[in-house]
């Protein structure tokens, strides 16, 4: 299976945190996956770090490329086309980085590791 990471998925992964699902867990451990971390994912931690809402990034943000690369995971550039994608999906859900980890999904057909139901109204696979 090919995944992709919620900014959320990713953080409670490196974490360690409860709050990442047993299934989500399970199936980014599994050594049969591929799983990817978007670069809207490391603007949306490095925004949100310097903006002071996510204080415990911390030891992250200097380097988010290494810390996906020691996990295994796999950088998923964004493109024109998932920008355009991104850019003509209908407005159910306001947050820039959540419509950009959708288009990419769709358009790679990757599985979206979230806790987000609400990014189902766009039709995209998502494991939780």
Do not use: C
Not at 93 to 120: C, I, T
Request: glycine residues 8%.
């Amino acid at each position: 299976m090919r995944l992709l990471l919620d900014t959320h998925a990713f953080l409670w992964w490196l974490e360690g945190n409860r709050r990442l699902s047993k299934k989500a867990r399970g199936t980014i451990a599994d050594q049969l996956n591929t799983v990817f971390l978007s670069a809207a994912s490391g603007w949306e931690i490095t925004t949100k770090f310097r903006l002071g809402k996510l204080p415990g990034a911390a030891e992250i943000v200097d380097d988010i490329q290494s810390v996906a690369l020691s996990q295994a995971f796999s950088p998923l550039p964004i493109t024109l086309v998932h920008a355009q994608r991104a850019g003509l999906l209908p407005g159910l859900h306001r947050d820039p980085f959540d419509r950009m980890l959708v288009a990419q999904a769709q358009s790679e057909g990757l599985v979206l590791v979230s806790n987000d139901k609400m990014l189902d109204e766009y039709g995209t696979r998502r494991l939780w």
